[in-house]
């Protein structure tokens, strides 16, 4: 069975510190992979995504960049963190460009990661 | 272009009692429809899903939900209400079941469930 791991689960940082989230996926192979941002009392919005080792593309212009230097490996980062970047961040993955069956466009979500900058 | 409207931010209902989340949703083509829930400081979990079978879609613990394309809706429902059910619920849609960094998610609904 496929397995998403995202770390870490909470962190705290000062404003302009740099920041690493990782996220791996298991037991699948050439996923593509997602980072989401939850803000408080909002929902979910797609940050990058990523359909091959080296592969980024970004949704939104922000203070953040993202790096898949595996092929199951997703990592989210910042130089210099700002206080607007708090927030509770979501790694996932999904099956490639499968058309037709029921699974290829379910997406699957890590744990998640409490980021609070201060 | 896809958008999705959960018309409640919060619901709450007692112990026993039928739960019902609201979705609305618009889309250009044939959608996949999602619940998602996510339970306090946890990921988001499948709740169930539409992908153009039945329209009566039966999900974990006890939930489900009916593609209402005539009211473009997918209101989710469980007959009665379990403590543990209390967390946020996220209502999402994709346009003609494509790639997953096309999903469009609602703001997302805050079930309480009283003693």
């Known amino acids: 069975s496929q397995t998403i791991h995202q770390w870490p689960a909470t962190l705290v940082q000062p404003v302009g510190s740099p920041l690493s989230l990782e996220c791996t996926v298991e037991g699948t192979s050439n996923p593509n992979l997602y980072w989401y941002r939850q803000a408080a009392g909002r929902g979910l919005q797609l940050l990058f995504y990523?359909?091959?080792?080296?592969?980024i593309s970004s949704e939104v212009p922000q203070n953040l960049s993202a790096s898949r230097p595996q092929d199951r490996q997703f990592i989210l980062s910042s130089k210099k963190l700002l206080l607007s970047d708090s927030g509770f961040y979501l790694c996932?993955?999904?099956?490639?460009?499968?058309?037709?069956?029921?699974?290829?466009?379910?997406?699957?979500f890590g744990e998640g990661s409490w980021l609070t900058v201060v | 272009a896809q958008s999705v409207t959960q018309l409640d931010s919060h619901v709450s209902v007692s112990e026993g009692t039928p739960v019902l989340l609201r979705c609305n949703y618009s889309s250009s083509y044939s959608p996949s429809l999602f619940w998602y829930v996510q339970h306090p400081n946890k990921g988001l979990q499948l709740l169930l899903k539409?992908?153009?079978?039945?329209?009566l879609v039966k999900g974990i613990n006890g939930f489900e939900a009916e593609f209402k394309k005539s009211e473009t809706s997918f209101h989710l429902t469980k007959p009665s209400a379990h403590m543990s059910d209390a967390a946020e619920y996220f209502c999402?849609?994709?346009?003609?079941?494509?790639?997953?960094?096309?999903?469009?998610f609602g703001s997302g609904t805050q079930l309480t469930v009283l003693p």
């Open positions: 990523s359909v091959g080792i080296g592969q």
């Open positions: 996932a993955w999904s099956r490639g460009f499968l058309k037709g069956g029921t699974t290829g466009n379910t997406i699957y």
């Open positions: 999402v849609v994709s346009d003609r079941g494509g790639s997953a960094r096309q999903l469009t």
């Open positions: 539409y992908t153009s079978a039945a329209t």
